[in-house]
């Protein structure tokens, strides 16, 4: 049984006294294989959904495909398969990669396949349709089959999708409309409000802007032909089916049981005080205009936090085929592992804005960040533990200045990566984590625990003492840093506390495992292999 059927079968016996939370990812088109920016995404939600876990949140985590667009049809086409077989195929491939990349989500959705999602899609629209916002009307149009959205001419650049840059092709036909204009005014005050919060402010001013230009209304169906006859047919007209952005916004909702209002959309959706959306930048506005203004004319309750993060690009490019600088993440976790992939994408990208992911840079962090100070730090004390306390964990002595203040700044982390991580800010609770490691490095330079060991053979008694502490100090520091890593980096969290010979016990509040002082005297370490290995730059950089 996978974990996110685990998860789904326990849903119902949830703990009453947890706090429900709840967060998605966007749902990719399958037309070709998933690239960087997916596993961006990917990581981003894991280590919220990790981190609220570990605070005692009841926690859905939802992911998925989405198949129903018309560029999946014409990839189909272009290979010479059947829809369905192309979509299949590419939807294991983003299900394969969220698992590569350890994502703990609850449930994944495939939008063509699975039998929740079409009725309650059907039911979204019935709806709408009950409030008076779904009508039929002829029109005209610029639309980008990539986007899958109509532009106005003043949204273009140069002519061209500001996305895609390609030409949006001009479409003539009957379609099915929603009332978006209606919602202008409402949807303002909510976003203006917080009500319905926009991460980060540079996105939410966006989003505003936008509403304040004006609203139009928006076409919610294609013809049958035009889609290929492939798609959610409009319920009582064959003729029509769903556009792809409608159906598959709804996939948030459908996944949990709209359909027939079951618990999981009861508990984690309707009753929920935290309802999160993850996203890119170039999907805001179908997040926070088009999906709000659909559930306030469901009256569905809105997503309570839409978190948007920027693109990645390559050496200051954005990624594309024809530049041939698209990077493959599950090459990348297969070559390098998986760890420092995650650790790169939370560290090295902002959650808010473009970054750039070249390999050197990768590397380079793999080397300073990973090799050299984390792992390094976890070998040097095991390997002092076992050459001057055989194998223990001895008690502290009597601490000095240096363990105080070493102490102090490891007391002081759990409250860092706390506000961290409620900022939506993983590189800034991984860079706090990163100075107590710092720290703690030099502290050894500072100490030198071999004097002590020296003074202490020819039997001066005080520096017994003083290597104790500092040995003690530096387990101490390292489990600590595995239960802080616990979100990020699960893994490597698992791989510290098993060295250590600890287990990571995350069913104790996390504020409690994160104490100082929580590694009992006499523990014996289990040494292990290095975490981290080095590579050589140069070599990498020419091998790729």
């Known amino acids: 049984m996978t974990r996110a059927k685990r998860a789904a079968s326990k849903r119902p016996a949830a703990k009453a006294k947890q706090s429900p939370w709840y967060v998605s990812t966007t749902i990719p088109y399958v037309n070709a294989s998933p690239h960087i920016g997916h596993a961006l995404e990917y990581v981003l939600t894991d280590a919220l959904a990790r981190y609220h876990r570990r605070v005692g949140d009841d926690v859905f985590f939802l992911t998925g495909t989405d198949e129903n667009a ?191 209002d079951g618990p999981l959309y009861q508990r984690y959706w309707r009753e929920n005080p935290q309802r999160l959306h993850v996203l890119g930048k170039d999907v805001i506005r179908f997040h926070a205009i088009y999906w709000p203004a659909m559930l306030l004319s469901a009256r569905v309750p809105l997503p309570t936090t839409v978190l948007v993060h920027g693109f990645i690009t390559s050496g200051g490019q954005k990624m594309s085929k024809s530049l041939g600088n698209v990077l493959d993440p599950a090459q990348i976790a297969a070559d390098y592992g998986v760890e420092p992939l995650r650790y790169f994408l939370l560290r090295e990208i902002s959650p808010f804005t473009d970054s750039d992911f070249t390999l050197e840079r990768f590397l380079r962090a793999c080397n300073t960040d990973l090799a050299d100070q984390l792992g390094n730090l976890l070998n040097r004390t095991i390997n002092m533990l076992q050459r001057y306390n055989d194998g223990g964990i001895p008690a502290s002595g009597p601490l000095t200045g240096a363990e105080q203040s070493l102490i102090e700044q490891a007391r002081a982390l759990h409250g860092l990566v706390d506000a961290a991580v409620r900022a939506y800010s993983s590189n800034e609770a991984l860079a706090a984590i990163w100075e107590l490691v710092g720290r703690a490095n030099r502290y050894v330079a500072e100490v030198a625990p071999w004097e002590l060991a020296k003074t202490r053979k020819a039997g001066d008694q005080e520096a017994a003492r003083r290597l104790d502490t500092a040995l003690y100090t530096l387990a101490e520091t390292l489990r600590m840093v595995a239960h802080l890593l616990v979100p990020f980096l699960p893994e490597t969290a698992a791989k510290i506390a098993a060295q250590l010979g600890v287990a990571l016990d995350t069913s104790a509040p996390w504020a409690d495992a994160t104490a100082w002082g929580q590694l009992a005297a006499g523990t014996r370490v289990q040494p292990g292999p290095v975490l981290f290995r080095k590579w050589d730059i140069a070599d990498e950089s020419l091998a790729n």
């Open 70 to 260: 018309l560029t999946n049809v014409q990839s189909a086409e272009r290979l010479g398969v059947p829809v369905a077989e192309l979509v299949e195929r590419n939807s294991a491939r983003f299900r394969e990669l969220a698992e590569t990349l350890e994502t703990s989500f609850d449930d994944f959705i495939r939008t063509s396949a699975d039998p929740r999602h079409t009725p309650g899609v059907h039911k979204l629209w019935e709806a709408c349709a009950r409030s008076g916002d779904i009508y039929k009307r002829h029109y005209h149009g610029l639309y980008c089959v990539r986007c899958e959205l109509f532009y106005r001419e003043d949204e273009l650049i140069d002519g061209l999708c500001p996305i895609h840059r390609i030409p949006p092709e001009e479409v003539e036909e009957e379609n099915y409309f929603f009332r978006l204009s209606r919602y202008a005014d409402q949807l303002e005050q909510l976003i203006a409000s917080d009500t319905l919060r926009v991460v980060p402010e540079t996105r939410k001013n966006e989003v505003l802007s936008f509403i304040r230009r004006g609203l139009e209304d928006f076409s919610i169906s294609r013809s049958r032909e035009r889609a290929h006859g492939w798609g959610v047919p409009v319920p009582g007209d064959p003729a029509q089916v769903i556009y792809v952005w409608y159906d598959a916004l709804g996939n948030y909702i459908t996944a949990l049981g709209y359909a027939d």
